[in-house]
């Protein structure tokens, strides 16, 4: 699933070319792509008519588009394979292409929500006092957030008995990272990634939430990590941070650092990467 910074650059380029526009007409294609609507196709695309879109919103992985006029919101689920795209209105129709939102203005572009594998799709939900959809309350804030409050990430932390690994992929705890960024930053804070939350201290934490924020940054500066064309921005266009992961992918190459052929293992229906010279196991207690 796309990450953060992934999500991000989608967001960033529906600022730009969706924000602030009229609907004009939402036709539904494929109803597996409005099943989290639960009135159905026909009321989702009907909610949607003369609504102006506001602008794009993200917390963590979660995406969506507030409707100015309404306290209601356009939740976007990517999934696996979903993709947000700005097309012009003569352009041929995608093979997987599943909603498509016209507007009143002469821009002449459209919104189209394509998704291979129909995990993904797009679901209206009203708005919390702090102007998130509902349904995503209680996700967290995220590394980028100006109001991410690091010293409460540090408490929670130690208080969650857990792992390093699985705490970052926490979206309760802090949003925004997955299975590909985890791996980057451990690697960058030389750290396993089983170590016992419990034995973070303070600056250890904050050293590791130093490199979240720079491996994302460095991310969002090139356009995500696109390892197949699923992963594209608004325009089509896929990322290439892919060509810079330190960890990630990087089983039996040497490490950047001390050029120890890098490990995979697996962890939780996916794989771990990491260099067992830097990212040194932790001591089993008896």
């Known amino acids: 699933m796309p990450e953060l ?84 209105h003569t352009a041929p129709d995608e093979k997987h292409l599943r909603i498509r939102v016209r507007f009143t203005d002469a821009l002449e572009t459209e919104l189209r929500f394509v998704d291979q594998r129909t995990f993904g799709g797009l679901s209206l939900h009203d708005n919390t006092a702090e102007g998130l959809p509902d349904v995503i309350a209680h996700i967290a804030r995220d590394p980028l957030d ?17 792992t390093i690994k699985r705490a970052l992929l926490d979206q309760s705890l802090i949003s925004g990272v997955g299975n590909i960024y985890a791996d980057e930053a451990l690697w960058r804070a030389r750290i396993h990634y089983e170590r016992p939350t419990a034995t973070f201290t303070r600056p250890r934490t904050l050293m590791l939430l130093g490199h979240v924020r720079d491996v994302m940054n460095a991310a969002l500066a090139v356009g995500g990590t696109s390892f197949d064309s699923l992963y594209v921005n608004v325009n089509g266009e896929s990322g290439y941070f892919d060509r810079s992961l330190d960890a990630y992918g990087r089983e039996g190459l040497p490490c950047r650092r001390c050029g120890t052929p890098m490990r995979r293992r697996p962890w939780m229906n996916r794989s771990s990467y990491y260099c067992p010279k830097c990212q040194r196991p932790p001591r089993i207690t008896p």
């Open 146 to 162: 100006e109001l991410f409050d690091d010293e409460a990430f540090h408490r929670a932390l130690r208080r969650k008995r857990s």
């Open 5 to 88: 910074p992934e999500v991000e650059v989608v967001r960033r380029g529906l600022e730009r070319w969706v924000a602030h526009r009229t609907v004009a007409e939402a036709e539904v294609l494929h109803p597996r792509a409005v099943r989290r609507h639960l009135a159905g196709a026909d009321d989702f695309a009907h909610r949607l008519k003369g609504h102006r879109i506001g602008v794009p919103s993200r917390r963590g992985k979660y995406l969506w588009l507030p409707l100015e006029d309404t306290d209601q919101s356009i939740l976007a689920h990517l999934g696996m394979s979903g993709q947000l795209l700005v097309q012009p």
